[in-house]
């Protein structure tokens, strides 16, 4: 069973760049994929980014490519998102998730989730 924590969240200004960071701990393996996925007050999760452990191939959300990269530190077991050029309308709760497999497809279920980070942009 995977654990997941996140951190790096908090209060910054719009145009500022912000780093998360995912700590995975427990059985991890090499197939499975981490997502980040972010939740702001009113509306539905949304996917950001997912890459798969075993070789850093990545997959985005509608959207979302540009300003959001996703990458792995295979030496930390950490899954990071760096997000540039902040916006007021990036404010959220941002997660990670993790599920078995090997298919970056957005279809498929998370089964594991961190608790969230908190980012707010201010204007």
């Known amino acids: 069973q995977v654990q997941l924590v996140e951190s790096g969240g908090g209060l910054v200004q719009a145009g500022d760049s912000l780093r998360l960071s995912c700590a995975a701990s427990g059985r991890t393996g090499s197939n499975y994929i981490v997502g980040w996925f972010r939740q702001a007050p009113g509306k539905e999760r949304d996917l950001i980014a997912a890459?798969?452990?075993?070789?850093?191939?990545?997959n985005y959300g509608d959207s979302m490519k540009g300003r959001f990269t996703i990458s792995r530190d295979n030496a930390k077991n950490t899954v990071d998102l760096h997000m540039t050029s902040l916006k007021p309308e990036d404010t959220a709760v941002y997660y990670c998730?993790?599920?078995?497999?090997?298919?970056?497809?957005?279809?498929?279920?998370?089964?594991?989730w961190g608790q969230g980070t908190q980012v707010i942009v201010s204007s």
């Open positions: 890459i798969r452990w075993s070789d850093g191939n990545t």
């Open positions: 998730a993790a599920r078995s497999g090997v298919s970056l497809l957005p279809t498929y279920k998370y089964t594991t």
